[in-house]
């Protein structure tokens, strides 16, 4: 009967998750904050925020990926 015990000499084994995630969600919040805090005429700054959250969906993906 095991109670969740490990038993001298074994060991837990926990799976790792990837950064990628992590790194996509800061480009996605990170492009957004470019995107809705820009001033209008600064359109390089928007294309920018658009290109981090673009970047950001793709790192997100690709981390799940090898789940």
Same mark, same amino acid.
């Given at each position: 009967?095991? +109670? %969740? !015990?490990?038993? $001298? #000499?074994?060991?837990?084994?926990?799976?790792? #998750? +990837?950064i990628? $995630?992590? &790194? #996509?969600?800061?480009? &996605?919040a990170?492009?957004?904050?470019?995107?809705?805090?820009? &001033? $209008?005429? !600064?359109? !390089? @700054?928007?294309? /920018? #925020? &658009? @290109?981090? *959250? /673009?970047?950001?969906?793709?790192? *997100?993906?690709? %981390? =799940? =990926? %090898?789940?």
């Open positions: 009967m095991q +109670s %969740g !015990w490990v038993r $001298p #000499g074994e060991r837990r084994c926990y799976k790792h #998750g +990837s990628l $995630p992590v &790194i #996509g969600l800061v480009l &996605i990170a492009g957004l904050l470019l995107v809705f805090l820009c &001033i $209008p005429g !600064w359109a !390089w @700054a928007a294309l /920018a #925020g &658009i @290109a981090l *959250i /673009a970047a950001g969906y793709v790192l *997100i993906r690709l %981390g =799940r =990926r %090898g789940r």
